[in-house]
């Protein structure tokens, strides 16, 4: 047993120097930060080889096209001519759609949630939106497309009546109501619905008890400290959980492919027939191959990229918001 | 000998079929596998040799002229086998002026062409009135209705329509180069309707075959009339149109009415079809919108296309031994799921093709080897067609001449003693009866010859209670591990 | 000043009777049903006695839209303009939360009505190689599909679950710099579509394996099993990372300051501690998975009859079944497609119901956390 | 009860700001009468009786987990915000039930205003707003917004420290301050009773003298109830003072109370005396 | 210092259960030499210099923020786990920097025990499993198991409470017998130290005055450092006493310190004699 020699102090008094904490990893300690590391990296691996893949497949593609196809509406293999815009517009619209109506829905859904219901409800209702994230898009795709889409057919109809000056609602005569991007969009709606409800609720659950009690405490209805204090709190969560609900609904496969009917264009008229979403073509087409397939690779690489920027915001508004919530799936 | 496993894929219009032909193989213990996805699919992963065997309508060429692929399969080397024939209907939803659903269409041959070229583009159209008994549809434009992205069915189809009403063909296919149909070569038929441009602002394109059918089941989209497999008309009992055929008569496409219509389709040395004599085929019976279904495979002489078999001499055996299943055995069934069976000389080509891929002379079919119904001049169960209301109604006469004297009162709905197919189809399984009987007589009937095991399943009866049963085995564990813990918590 | 308290109530030996007080009182619950009567009435008399009703769409938001009016004018008149609002958004919140069930019961209703008439037991016992397309639906055979599906799943989870829960645990339990790439690829990931995650397999995977003849990369289970580790793995790491946050510090630093190794906390404390809310993750995970259909067609092709051996040869899972069925011309092969259709909702719920029941002891804890945390403070 | 030195609130005679829609003037008197509460089925408090005079400070005294916060809510009907919590008995507000049939809660707490343990202004508001935050709330009107704001700060003892910046947002300020613009918040209102949940507990030694003497000068003009585990600070803020003890698996009950001279000098209860002595707790 | 009335350990006098691989036998002595803290570039203590005796009580009192609990966690090298704090000084255990190079953390931590304010037995382990999760995770090895539990639980005054339900799950028992399982967990592995955060501010009375019990006995055979919000405790239990200030914006010190007697009852810095008679704080 030695007393550790008296370190030299070179600095002078009030500016003491700061130790360099060393510490000594043991085995164990060494093995688990490998293991763990490792799989963390091969996530990153799994990722990069998809999207090195994705790159090189859809190189052709890009030799046909070159920056064009980036500006270009139609997706014609037959004519050679490739481009993504048709598709990623429709993407966007009914992903937008979807946001637009799924995110008013999930704020209601998460203030009940957490403000409005209590004990049992609360959890019924916690385990049904997680549910409603576990049905197939396939049957949803059925359903939106054999029971949904007539019922809202006279609705689409109504609107373009009543509403007709405002661009998206605008028709043309003869105009036909089924298969358009509103329904697709609305079917999305329901699959992006738990995931923004969930993140919605879980910063909302965060809020600090002590402000919602001192708006109560000063007299306040409910949907005052609502106001007041839940909304201004969650607002990051919220659009976080909006961008994530985005990223989701840009990917959408099977019901969009069955609810589109997958010719790439630009419809202003989102109540009107028409429409293609990327990954509902690839779906359809994905028998195709040659420089067909590579340009569905192509815009496969597109979606991908957009989606991850989407989510990347997501994350980060997240966690920059206040509430710092974590991003669950 | 162990036979290897056999995989294809391809056209989902055989799909039904398919799963017959393949219940049929396995209780002979070939092994195959099929998955329906689109012809186009299935010619391309037949190229990639991912599959062995590829279901299409559509051509390589047509393939290749959509710019979809193709190619690989040239490499690979193919040869089409004609494995059951079918027909293309047209369902339609127009209301009469009274606004009452029409359900008597008929339409002759050009101005089918006409229509789907879009050279006539309303429905009072004097063309149409002409064929109608002189009553004329509501003056309002016709909205087509097909499929989206490359489907066999539009191949078959638009050959029709290229035969049809050539002149308008080739302006509606020149009009569209650039619209998505692609640059077709002469004889080179589209897989693919254009997407764009001012013929497709009249094009309702759907994702399948089954939503053309439940839209035009639901009257969803006005005026329309599209094209769809018969057999998707018969399922959602959709109003399709009489055809005239190449004797003046008009048609349904009903079994009988199919294999009337190919009995002068034509093959090419490719075995491909040429069916112009179908579509004028002036039978009375003859429905002209009739086609074969191929199957794709290798073959190693006898065609400029082969370039040789499989590695494994293990699926050469499955492959030829399934189609020869599919040849007779396999043609049993098939009116009665709305294909039309293969005539007795499509089946003898079935077994050439085999002959050129294993270079063993060719087995000779008749009826004493071969179960096909058409090898005794029947063509199995549900094959008849249903009377025509306007006949019926005597407002045309039975060659499809118009009656004197009736143009002027018109056609009502109820004229017809039956109001759709349907109707028709109960006296056709009548009359088809004995038919059956004599195709089944001997022990050909694979579906006779098989064990019998799942006949009751044991359990059968109990309807809907199953679900029950089954959803209070999986709750029931749970409240009572639930009432458990109460007891033992309390 | 000296006499301000009372004298103490004579302890009379009484039965306390709770009292909860509640927001609404009866007039606040005779007002709401007067409304919804006369938004009612109202609703019919003008949709169907004026005008020329599209549908009963049409009436119902308009009735809702007259009942919120008419609550807030007579909340307003009773009570005041913020007591109305407050109503005003109770009520739409409520309305909210029912929007939400209804897709979900009608999608049930309609799967339900279209396939339970025809499920029978022998779906489990008995194939589909036997059963011809004419046959009656209730001979439809499922077992070959059922075990793919379990035995692809269950493949997907021997992939997915180590990975996953190891990539969580190094997203919350290292201080590695490689921490924020890898959250972010876990985000990114999680957006990749699902039928890209098949392609991939199959222009990587599949066709050089065929073509090189390589027997375990062709169409098989396991390849299928690839596409949907893809999908799952990202959920399935979000999710674990969540709950791993959800592990109190205070048993990791518990755990450290008696002196065990970062190592060793993760294995004896954190793990065991989340470990109902990783499973939960999973079951869950699984749940989404075994609806995946896009990805499987070009990966495990699927197959008529069974096939027990998900590393060769093509093999059946439910989705696929449902989708080689539900759009065939017969009415009695589509109706197939919704038996199926039901399998798989009724294997959902089986497996909801095991999340719960897995999930439940850790809901409890933590209501008890809670309430602890919300005393402190007060 | 000790004198303030220094006067922080400049003009504590000037009339009040009219407002409308608000508590009516002047303080009030609260009475509680055999109250009792649960959470879920466990009792926690069983026949507290209490009754704390208008313009006088009561400061609730006890150790730890013995329901004086509970009680404290009660009071001003945050208790049934807690999903599973009833409770029984009656609260008198100047002689009537604040629990009575179709009384309101947001009534009972515009007149019953609650300052917390932990100061929580609205961090996203300015001070300003956090000051008005009450009257837009509960849908109080006034004329002189600015003179509001001005007033409510003064009570509060935090006029001068923050009258150049009130557009800062309030959760700029350090948590002494945070306080006392809670204080100020639940002063605008001008409620006729102020609960206070141990309000200093979480502040430094500077502040904390600061808050006693805020309570100081408006306990002249409201009611207020403080729970405060400080024995030091009962005993400076406090005129009447009530001991809250429960014993192991009993529900808290009222041991003593009295005038807060009695209690901690001349305590009639043997545990009042030890735990006003330290000698647990 | 006052004396226990009822010995809850049973039998103190019995020769501790032999471990392998375990801290060396005996208390041990700490001294913090010039103790600086950061967090980030903010420095939260400074030029804490103290000696804490061998097999006595020391106690850590003064208002919230000053750095008891950071200076507690540099004690055995818990402070290193923020990932953004740094120190300077040195800690020397029985002479030896705890901090010098090639010094395993895990072999300090298991010298040094520590008992958290919230009591945190985990979870998903028995009473039993919880007890000897020391020795788990840490890897020393004992012969005799349940001896040592029983003597750990003795030790920590609850094996009569709980010796029929070893079995049981740790989050089952009621706070004070969690937190006095913490202790005998802490105490499993034999430390020579044993650092304690505010162990009894989560408590209800009665499991205070158990834990003080506690600590009484185990205070002879291990050196204790407690945190302490309350000075009458502080005063029951402590032999020595140091009294942490941290004035606004400025780090924490230690202003005075010395015996428990001293630093109560005569003090030579008047904010210490201030804080020790609930002036703030
Ligand atoms: N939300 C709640 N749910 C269940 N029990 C609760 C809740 N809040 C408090 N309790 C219980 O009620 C009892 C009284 O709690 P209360 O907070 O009123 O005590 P207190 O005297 O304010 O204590 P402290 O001095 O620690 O603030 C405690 O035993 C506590 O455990
Ligand atoms: N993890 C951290 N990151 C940054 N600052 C911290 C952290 N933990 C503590 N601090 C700061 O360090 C200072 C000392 O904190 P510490 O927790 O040691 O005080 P304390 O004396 O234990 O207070 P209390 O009595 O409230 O527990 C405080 O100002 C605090 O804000
Ligand atoms: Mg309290
Ligand atoms: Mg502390």
């Not at chain 1, 509103?182 to 969930?198: D, E, K, N, R």
Request: with cysteine.
């Amino acid at each position: 047993m030695t007393i550790a020699p008296p370190r030299p102090d070179p600095s002078p008094p009030g500016a003491p120097v700061r130790r360099a904490i060393t510490e000594v990893l043991s085995r164990a300690d060494r093995a688990f930060r490998r293991v763990t590391t490792g799989a963390g990296l091969t996530m990153l691996a799994i990722l990069v080889v998809i999207g090195f893949f994705l790159v090189y497949r859809s190189g052709p593609a890009f030799d046909t096209s070159g920056f064009g196809f980036f500006t270009t509406i139609r997706f014609d293999p037959a004519s050679g001519v490739l481009g993504v815009l048709g598709l990623l517009y429709g993407t966007i619209v009914v992903a937008l759609i979807a946001v637009l109506i799924a995110v008013p829905l999930s704020i209601l859904a998460a203030l009940f949630i957490t403000e409005y219901s209590s004990g049992r409800i609360r959890g019924f209702l916690t385990g049904l939106v997680d549910l409603l994230a576990a049905i197939p898009s396939l049957l949803y795709g059925l359903w939106g497309f054999a029971f949904l889409g007539p019922q809202i057919v006279p609705i689409s109809l109504w609107l373009t009546e009543n509403l007709g000056w405002f661009p998206p609602f605008s028709s043309k005569e003869n105009a036909l109501y089924i298969q358009s991007m509103f329904i697709a969009g609305l079917v999305v709606s329901l699959m992006v619905l738990p995931i923004t409800t969930s993140v919605i609720r879980e910063v909302f659950a965060q809020t600090p008890p002590g402000e919602k009690e001192a708006a109560l405490a000063l007299g306040s209805t409910r949907w005052g400290m609502v106001k007041t204090v839940m909304l201004p709190f969650g607002r990051g969560g919220i659009i976080g959980g909006s961008m994530l609900g985005l990223g989701r609904a840009l990917g959408e496969t099977i019901a969009v492919s069955l609810l589109l009917p997958q010719v790439p264009e630009i419809t202003k008229h989102v109540l009107q027939f028409g429409g293609a979403t990327i990954s509902g073509f690839i779906a359809n087409n994905a028998g195709a191959s040659g420089l067909a397939l590579s340009g569905l690779m192509a815009a496969g690489l597109v979606l991908f990229v957009f989606t991850l920027a989407t989510n990347f915001t997501a994350s980060v508004i997240i966690s920059k918001s206040r509430s710092g919530a974590g991003v669950d799936a | 000998a162990a036979l290897t496993p056999v995989t294809g894929s391809g056209s989902s219009y055989v799909g039904p079929a398919m799963t017959d032909w393949q219940n049929g193989a396995k209780s002979r213990g070939i092994p195959i596998n099929y998955s329906a996805n689109s012809s186009p699919a299935g010619v391309n992963q037949f190229g990639d040799r991912t599959v062995d065997f590829a279901g299409t309508e559509a051509e390589v060429s047509s393939i290749i002229a959509a710019g979809g692929g193709g190619l690989s399969a040239q490499t690979r080397g193919y040869q089409y086998v004609p494995d059951v024939a079918g027909a293309i209907a047209l369902m339609y939803n127009v209301k009469d002026q009274g606004g009452k659903r029409v359900d008597y269409l008929h339409l002759s041959r050009e101005v089918i062409g006409r229509i789907f070229s879009r050279d006539i583009t309303r429905w009072n159209d004097p063309a149409i009135t002409a064929t109608n008994g002189g009553k004329s549809l509501p003056d309002q434009p016709i909205t087509l209705v097909g499929r989206t992205g490359q489907s066999g069915t539009t191949a078959l189809f638009y050959d029709f329509i290229a035969h049809a009403a050539p002149d308008a063909y080739n302006r509606f296919v020149s009009r569209n180069v650039g619209n998505g149909m692609g640059n077709l070569p002469a004889g080179v038929r589209p897989i693919q309707l254009p997407g764009q441009g001012p013929d497709a602002e009249w094009y309702r394109l759907l994702a399948d075959s089954d939503q053309i059918a439940t839209t035009m089941d639901n009257a969803t989209i006005p005026f329309s009339i599209g094209y769809d497999e018969f057999a998707y008309a018969q399922r959602y009992e959709v109003p399709t149109a009489w055809v005239q055929n190449g004797a003046g008569q008009y048609t349904q496409p009903y079994a009988e009415n199919i294999a009337a219509a190919l009995k002068h389709a034509e093959l090419r040395p490719d075995l491909s079809q040429k069916l112009d004599r179908v579509y004028t085929n002036t039978d009375p019976k003859s429905y002209p919108i009739s086609a074969y279904s191929y199957v794709m495979m290798p073959c190693t002489n006898g065609r400029d296309t082969c370039r040789g078999g499989y590695g494994d001499p293990g699926k050469t055996e499955t492959i030829t031994a399934f189609l020869e299943h599919v040849a007779c055995d396999g043609q049993i069934n098939m009116a009665r799921i709305g294909y039309s069976p293969l005539p007795p000389n499509l089946s003898q080509e079935v077994m050439n093709s085999n002959a050129r891929l294993t270079g063993q002379p060719a087995k000779q079919l008749n009826a004493d080897n071969c179960a096909n119904p058409t090898f005794r001049g029947s063509l199995g169960d549900g094959a008849a067609s249903p009377p025509d209301p306007l006949v019926t109604g005597g407002i045309i006469n039975p060659d499809g001449k118009p009656k004197a004297g009736t143009g002027a009162t018109g056609p009502s709905v109820s004229a017809g003693p039956s109001t759709g197919p349907t109707g028709g189809d109960k006296t056709a399984t009548a009359t088809a009866g004995p038919d059956e009987e004599s195709a089944g007589g001997g022990s050909k009937n694979w579906r006779e010859a098989s064990p019998a095991s799942y006949d009751e399943g044991g359990f059968g009866g109990f309807g809907g209670w199953a679900a029950l049963v089954l959803f209070v085995a999986i709750v029931a564990p749970l409240v009572v591990r639930g009432v458990i813990r109460k007891l033992r918590g309390s | 000043m000296t006499t301000t308290l009372t004298p103490p109530v004579a302890p009379a030996p009484r039965k306390l009777v709770k009292r909860r007080p509640s927001e609404t009182t009866r007039q606040d619950r005779f007002a709401a049903f007067g409304c919804a009567v006369s938004a009612t009435l109202l609703t019919w008399f003008v949709m169907h006695l004026l005008l020329d009703s599209p549908g009963w769409l049409a009436d119902l938001i308009v009735a809702y839209l007259l009942y919120l009016t008419m609550l807030y004018l007579v909340t307003r008149d009773r009570l005041g303009k913020l007591a109305a609002s407050d109503r005003l958004v109770s009520t739409v919140v409520v309305t909210g939360a029912l929007v939400l069930l209804a897709p979900l019961l009608s999608l049930l209703l309609y799967i339900v009505v279209e396939g339970a008439p025809y499920l029978r037991l022998g779906f489990f016992t008995h194939d589909m190689s036997t059963v011809a397309p004419t046959d009656p639906v209730t001979e439809t055979g499922g077992l070959h599909a059922v075990i793919g599906t379990l035995e692809q799943t269950a493949l997907t989870l021997i992939l997915v679950v180590p990975l996953g829960v190891l990539t969580a645990v190094f997203l919350n339990e290292t201080r590695s710099r490689f921490r924020r790439p890898v959250r972010i690829m876990v985000d990114a990931m999680s957006g990749l579509p699902s039928i890209v995650a098949g392609l991939f397999v199959y222009a990587a995977l599949i066709i050089p394996g065929i073509q090189a003849g390589v027997g375990l990369f062709s169409y098989n289970g396991l390849m299928a099993t690839l596409a949907l580790t893809m999908v799952m793995l990202p959920t399935v790491t979000r999710t674990v990372d969540v709950v791993l946050r959800l592990v109190p510090d205070g048993l990791r630093e518990a755990s450290l300051a008696l002196g065990a190794s970062r190592a060793r906390t993760v294995w004896s404390v954190v793990l065991p501690t989340a470990r109902t809310g990783v499973t939960t993750a999973v079951i869950l995970g699984i749940a989404r998975v075994a609806g995946e259909t896009a990805p499987l067609l070009f990966t495990s092709f699927g197959a008529l009859g069974m096939n027990a051996n998900p590393f060769s040869d093509p093999q059946e899972s439910i989705p696929l079944f449902i989708y080689r069925f539900i759009k065939q011309p017969l009415e009695n092969v589509q109706q197939r497609g919704y038996v199926g259709a039901l399998v798989l909702i009724l294997l959902i719920f089986g497996l909801f119901a095991i999340a719960r029941v897995v999930g439940r002891d850790r809901s409890k804890r933590k209501a008890k956390k809670t309430t602890v945390k919300t005393q402190e403070n007060r | 009860m000790t004198d303030t030195e220094v006067s922080y609130v400049d003009s504590p005679a000037r009339p009040l700001v009219e407002l409308t829609g608000g508590p009516p003037p002047g303080a009030a008197e609260l009475e509680s009468r055999e109250i009792g509460a649960w959470f879920g089925d466990r009792l926690v408090l069983e026949g507290v009786s209490l009754r704390m005079p208008a313009k006088e400070v009561t400061a609730l005294i006890g150790p730890s987990g013995c329901g004086k916060s509970t009680f404290l809510r009660i009071l001003n009907r945050m208790h049934e915000l807690v999903p599973s919590a009833s409770l029984t008995g009656e609260v008198l507000l100047d002689g009537k039930d604040i629990y009575a049939d179709g009384t309101r809660p947001q009534q009972v707490r515009l007149r019953i205003g609650m300052v917390f343990q932990k100061p929580n202004p609205f961090p996203a508001m300015s001070i300003r707003d956090n000051v008005l935050a009450g009257l837009k709330l509960a849908g109080v009107k006034c004329g002189d917004k600015d003179a509001l704001v001005e007033q409510s700060l003064e009570r509060a003892g935090l006029w001068r420290e923050v009258r150049d910046r009130l557009s800062s947002p309030g959760g700029a300020l350090s948590g002494g301050q945070q306080q006392r613009l809670c204080i100020a918040r639940s002063l605008a209102v001008q409620p006729n009773v102020l609960l206070m949940d141990e309000p200093c507990s979480a502040l430094d030694p500077t502040s904390t003298r600061r808050i006693e003497q805020t309570i100081a000068e408006i306990g002249h003009e409201v009611t207020i109830v403080i729970v405060t585990h400080n024995m030091q600070q009962a005993q400076r803020v406090s005129d009447h003072c009530a001991f809250f003890l429960a014993a192991e698996n009993e529900p808290g009950r009222v041991i003593e109370h009295g005038p807060t001279d009695t209690i901690f000098n001349a305590p009639s209860d043997e545990r009042t005396h030890d735990y006003v002595n330290g000698r647990f707790g």
